[in-house]
Nanobody, 122 residues
Framework: QVQLVESGGGLVQAGGSLRLSCAASGRTLSSYDMGWFRQAPGKERQFVAAINWSGAYTYYADSVKGRFTISRDNAKNMVYMQMNSLKPEDTAVYYC???????????????WGQGTQVTVSS
């Protein structure tokens, strides 16, 4: 079982940037495709971005394409997401997860972390 811990969230003004990190323990992440998801208050959890096990392929929700960049460092057992040009509608708790079926219309997350809060003020 892999344990995931997200960090890097915070309060930022619209137009600002944050870099989220996801640290894994228990198992090496290099065997897994990984994703970031988010959940805003009163809304369902939604897909944000995904990266395949080698880092060669990335996928993004239309709402973040061109602003967010997912990456990974398998040697460090880490996954990252650089978030630029943040908007108030990006406000949510962000989770990283081992993710199946990336690149499809229904990527399936599992093995969630505890999440990190991102708040974007207008």
């Amino acid at each position: 079982q892999v344990q995931l811990v997200e960090s890097g969230g915070g309060l930022v003004q619209a137009g600002g940037s944050l870099r989220l990190s996801c640290a894994a323990s228990g198992r090496t992440l290099s065997s897994y495709d990984m994703g970031w998801f988010r959940q805003a208050p009163g809304k369902e959890r939604q897909f944000v971005a995904a990266i395949n096990w080698s880092g060669a392929y990335t996928y993004y929700a239309d709402s973040v394409k061109g602003r967010f960049t997912i990456s990974r460092d398998n040697a460090k057992n880490m996954v990252y997401m650089q978030m630029n040009s943040l908007k108030p509608e990006d406000t949510a708790v962000y989770y990283c997860a081992v993710t199946f079926d990336i690149g499809t219309t229904n990527p399936r997350p599992t093995s969630w972390g505890q999440g990190t809060q991102v708040t974007v003020s207008s």
